[in-house]
């Protein structure tokens, strides 16, 4: 079986959007407020039927074990996963994702903040652990590569970023990308796939994502990255597989209280 990224743009809408075709690996991208987004998710993951589901929001030195039984009490799902302080968006967006696919296996993939600040003191390789090279964490990013990611962080971040810590932002980021596409091998080799990952669209897209270090570390796993945009149906930056779009949420400008100051 030798490693693909399935070359497919579609935005939602058309009839063919609502067939999502076969990998092994499916990388399933989010605005993660927009409940549509999550919506989507879950109408894949019923369609595809995974074995495993990896998640960029469980931690899984914490997690509990996710069992058909406790699927199906959302109330005890989110306590038991303890959603409700965990900063991300209310647990009803997410939980039809579980219900879809309630014999799944699950794997968690954070990298929980004190991991994230110890890292910042480390090398990359070394806040990874064992199997750093296989992700490409050994190497540096090409210089064109770094410069962008170095300015999407200074953006994300309102343009409040000293400059000096915009390279160990990036380095987070890619930590955060082979942390999913370590748990997305994981998840294949113990269940046979398919494998569904929910994440970010940063994190889902395919040039230098985590399909891009699981194409690196696993070059015979086939894999698609859907990348689900908002509005006026621009995709998503990364170069996806898929493109879809959705109405988008009304949010507050989060740069407003910078703006303030």
Known sequence: ?????????LFAGSAAADTIPVA?????????????HHARQAEIVA????????????????MPPITPELIGDEA???AALNWADSGWPDFSMYYPIFAAAPEAVHFGAQLPRGAARAAMGQSLAD????GAARFGLDQPLPDAQQERREALQMAAHCDALPAEILPRMVDIQRLRDARLAAAAL???EATGGPVAVITGNGHARKDWGAPALLALAAPDVTILALGQGENDGT???????????????????PCEAFRAR
């Open 127 to 130: 806040a990874f652990g064992e």
């Open 186 to 188: 994981e998840a294949l």
């Open 47 to 62: 369609e595809v039927k995974p074995r495993a589901i990896v998640w960029e929001m469980l931690d899984p030195d914490s």
């Open 1 to 9: 079986m030798k490693h693909a990224i399935l070359g497919l743009m």
């Open 76 to 78: 005890a799902l989110g």
């Open 24 to 36: 092994n690996v499916l990388f399933l991208g989010e605005v993660h407020d927009n409940p549509a």
């Open 235 to 253: 995709a998503p930056d990364g170069g996806f597989d898929l493109t879809e779009s959705a109405p988008a949420v009304e949010r507050p400008d």
